[in-house]
T-cell receptor, first 112, second 114 residues
């Protein structure tokens, strides 16, 4: 089963609004990463947050991590049409440095 | 330019005809991995390699082979492709492993097996 699961599956907002996506996972992790994918293209790394961190910022992105709830959220502020993409969380498997698990993704549509 | 290069970008083949999808990275990364992406199933890891001559199974290795003879190359081999291997495939690399540093992805190979 998938380690990371995103919620919601799809999100549609107006330009300028904020978008929040959530990710839940099942087992202990060392870190969690968020990626973005434009239609059919390769994934692009957005942000990495380690298990001992609670919040991280990068430009208009804010990621939080709650290890007690095994969940993370990605907030995109002041969204733009160019933010339209699918967003995935990815977690490592604590006991295996080589394995990684991606969720099914949240498809974000930002309407101009 | 730092990149992961996959070839071909699109491939249509018939059941049972052996094929290889190449992957090359120019960042001197130790770690490389293959994923397949299917609608509703997200990305699933096929095989990964922590370093030269070291490969390991991911979550869905059946029907696939890999090799890591050189640091920069990590080809994915389908000895006898079947229609259920129709998918979008991605190669990725990172400097320290799947979780210690960001993964850099190729642009994908869309495979259709008829």
């Amino acid at each position: 089963s998938q380690q990371g699961e995103e919620d919601p599956q799809a999100l549609s907002i107006q330009e300028g609004e904020n978008a929040t996506m959530n990710c839940s996972y099942k087992t202990s992790i060392n870190n969690l990463q968020w990626y973005r994918q434009n239609s059919g293209r390769g994934l692009v790394h957005l942000i990495l947050i380690r298990s001992n961190e609670r919040e991280k910022h990068s430009g208009r992105l804010r990621v939080t991590l709650d290890t007690s709830k095994k969940s993370s959220s990605l907030l995109i502020t002041a969204s733009r049409a160019a933010d339209t993409a699918s967003y995935f969380c990815a977690t490592d498997v604590n006991t295996n440095a080589g394995k990684s698990t991606f969720g099914d993704g949240t498809t974000l549509t930002v309407k101009p | 330019e730092a990149q992961v290069t996959q070839n071909p970008r699109y491939l249509i083949t018939v059941t049972g005809k052996k094929l290889t999808v190449t992957c090359s990275q120019n960042m001197n990364h130790e770690y490389m991995s293959w994923y397949r992406q299917d609608p509703g199933l997200g990305l699933r890891q096929i095989y990964y390699s922590m370093n030269v001559e070291v490969t390991d199974k991911g979550d869905v290795p059946e029907g696939y082979k890999v090799s890591r003879k050189e640091k920069r190359n990590f080809p994915l081999i389908l000895e006898s492709p079947s229609p259920n291997q129709t998918s979008l495939y991605f190669c990725a690399s990172s400097s320290k492993g799947a979780w210690n540093s960001p993964l850099h992805f190729g642009n994908g190979t869309r495979l259709t097996v008829t």
